[in-house]
């Protein structure tokens, strides 16, 4: 394990040597989730550079949700779930202004995909378990007094439930990113019968009913956002 970390030429920041090591490797499928790293020592030997140069590396990695420092045992490379390693893409995405208009079509797009994957994957027991998520959403629509916290914290849980349920580590990362981005601006209220429309033509693996009900569900978000 420490051979490959030798580097054939030194970068011009010690610290970047770390990190870029760490993801050509990566990339390159010698390093995988759940494997254990070299100490610090192995390490600022192998790569050339200083042991405070490595700290500084894995403080980036851990902040990334690259690395996993478990306390007594070592550090690891993290598994696929860690939800940590979106985390810079979301607050790039937050401080970078983006325009509206491709923050929408991310969010059809990722829909659209979520959708067709469960439909295409999902077995009739996940099927079930949508049809559960959406019966604590009905359940929350029809109280009375309204509660609409509650009923937003079920909208999200069902798009996240969506997501497992492509079966798919990848995109379920992807679109529990696009789900956060999204999650300050959900209203349950005003998109209830659109999501309902939704989850109908999922629970029918009608593809082609479940695409015109995200065009939809996203047509109804754009108009409360605007409002």
């Known amino acids: 394990m420490e051979e490959l970390f030798k580097i054939a030429e030194p970068r011009i920041s010690a610290v970047d040597t770390v990190v870029e090591k760490i993801k050509s490797l990566l990339i390159e499928k010698r390093l995988n989730p759940g494997d254990m790293i070299p100490s610090e020592t192995i390490l600022s030997e192998q790569l050339g550079v200083?042991?405070?140069?490595?700290?500084?590396?894995?403080?980036?990695?851990?902040?990334?949700?690259?690395?996993?420092v478990r306390r007594g045992a070592g550090t690891f490379i993290s598994d696929s779930s860690n939800k940590k390693i979106f985390d810079p893409l979301l607050f790039k995405i937050l401080v970078s202004n983006a325009n509206y208009k491709e923050l929408i079509e991310?969010?059809?797009?990722?829909?659209?995909?979520?959708?067709?994957?469960?439909?295409n994957n999902s077995s009739d027991e996940?099927?079930?378990?949508?049809?559960?998520?959406?019966?604590?959403?009905?359940?929350?629509e029809n109280l009375v007094p309204r509660d609409r916290i509650k009923a937003d914290e079920i909208d999200l849980k069902y798009h996240r439930l969506m997501g497992r349920l492509t079966h798919n580590h990848i995109v379920e990362n992807i679109y529990n990113f696009v789900v956060d981005l999204f999650a300050p601006t959900i209203n349950a209220d005003l998109g209830y019968i659109e999501h309902r429309e939704m989850h109908q033509a999922i629970v029918d693996r009608d593809l082609s009913r479940a695409m015109i009900a995200v065009e939809t569900h996203t047509k109804a978000w754009i108009k409360h956002h605007q409002a």
């Open 50 to 68: 200083s042991r405070g140069s490595i700290r500084e590396a894995m403080k980036i990695l851990s902040a990334y949700g690259i690395i996993d």
């Open 106 to 119: 991310i969010r059809e797009m990722m829909e659209k995909g979520v959708v067709n994957l469960i439909i």
């Open 126 to 140: 996940d099927i079930e378990l949508l049809k559960l998520c959406m019966k604590e959403f009905d359940e929350a």
